[in-house]
């Protein structure tokens, strides 16, 4: 069985900081990691993924991530805030190589001060 | 060219009423969701639909009936509504001989009993 954690429902940075959203893992089998971000009234877009390879994966709009399994860890980073991310973001979790069935965190909702 | 696309996008009703929503997708995807979002943004899957056939039925009470016509629509039919019915209802896809690939989502429906 799979599982997410992520530490803060609300995130509040100023306008070009730094953004750090945090996602740990539970999970049997090696997993496949996403990130989506929901802006208000949409559905969820995917942001970025982890699947084989590389444990640092970019996203769009200068997202980031890195995976690493010692920690069961995703965390989401961003170098610099922009007004235009203030959104609510989710962490996922699936099996690797057994299908599609994601499990999502609770969600943290990112707010940007000017 | 929208890629998972619901209808309607609101739907407000009294109890006791049924109700349905509408889901497609032309990504040419064999796997369909149904997901529930509760006031806190807590996502829940609902149901799980491979090439027309019911193959994940979370715990959802008898009331919601998921229903397949082909491989790129899931409909979801309520019976009998009641206040905590009240949520955003999203639709999502995937190809479910890529799993790297994620989950697609529609822009939501939501739902208000009265």
């Known amino acids: 069985a799979q599982s997410v954690t992520q530490l803060g429902s609300h995130v509040s940075v100023s306008e070009g900081a730094l953004v750090l959203l945090r996602c740990n893992y539970s999970?049997?089998?090696?997993?496949?990691l996403f990130w989506y971000v929901q802006y208000p009234n949409q559905g969820l877009q995917l942001l970025l993924k982890y699947t084989t390879g590389a444990t640092l994966v970019k996203g769009i709009n200068g997202f980031e991530a890195e995976f690493k399994k010692s920690e069961t860890s995703f965390h989401l980073t961003k170098p610099s805030a922009h007004m235009s991310d203030a959104a609510e973001y989710f962490c996922?979790?699936?099996?690797?190589?057994?299908?599609?069935?994601?499990?999502f965190g609770g969600g943290t909702r990112l707010m940007v001060k000017p | 060219d929208t890629a998972v696309s619901q209808t309607p996008k609101y739907l407000v009703t009294q109890m006791g009423n049924d109700k349905s929503i509408k889901c497609e997708q032309n990504l040419g995807h064999d796997t369909m969701y149904w997901y529930k979002q509760d006031s806190k943004k807590f996502l829940k899957i609902m149901f799980s639909y491979n090439n027309k056939e019911l193959i994940i039925n979370e715990t959802v009470p008898n009331r919601f009936s998921p229903k397949s016509p082909d491989k790129a629509h899931l409909n979801l039919h309520i019976n009998s509504l009641e206040l905590g019915d009240s949520a955003v209802y999203f639709c999502a896809s995937s190809p479910s001989q890529l799993p790297t690939i994620g989950q697609f989502f529609g822009p939501g429906t939501r739902l208000t009993v009265l």
């Open positions: 999970s049997s089998v090696p997993p496949y």
């Open positions: 996922a979790v699936t099996p690797a190589r057994a299908g599609n069935m994601l499990t």
